[in-house]
């Protein structure tokens, strides 16, 4: 089953922040926003990376930071407004498989 997620996160290290975004990056996520991100995987995946994700947190944690994980249904997900630049919602969704660049 694939999973659809939505990751945010508001932490105050420096290294704590970009080792995690790297992370995301290397997991297939793409950058919504600066500490957010969003994408697909299956709950199997999830189980493995979740505890790469915990890893770092834990290791930068200062009090007052947050990590967010939320699932999204697709069917709400495709909703999404946008004012601005946009993202591929077909990346996020799964639909495409490769982005090109």
């Given at each position: 089953?694939?999973?659809?997620l939505l990751i945010t996160y508001d932490i105050e290290d420096d290294k704590g922040r970009t080792k995690l975004a790297s992370l995301?990056?290397?997991?297939?996520?793409?950058?919504m926003q600066y500490s957010v991100f969003s994408g697909t995987c299956?709950?199997?995946?999830?189980?493995?990376?979740?505890?790469?994700?915990?890893?770092i947190f834990t290791r930068f944690y200062k009090e007052g930071d947050k990590l967010?994980?939320?699932?999204?249904?697709?069917?709400?997900?495709e909703k999404t407004q946008?004012?601005?630049?946009?993202f591929d919602m077909d990346w996020i969704t799964g639909k495409t498989?490769?982005?090109y660049y």
């Open positions: 089953m694939q999973l659809l995301l990056k290397q997991l297939g996520f793409e950058r299956t709950a199997a995946n999830w189980k493995g990376w979740y505890k790469r994700i915990e890893k967010y994980v939320i699932p999204q249904s697709r069917h709400l997900f946008i004012a601005g630049q946009g498989e490769i982005i």
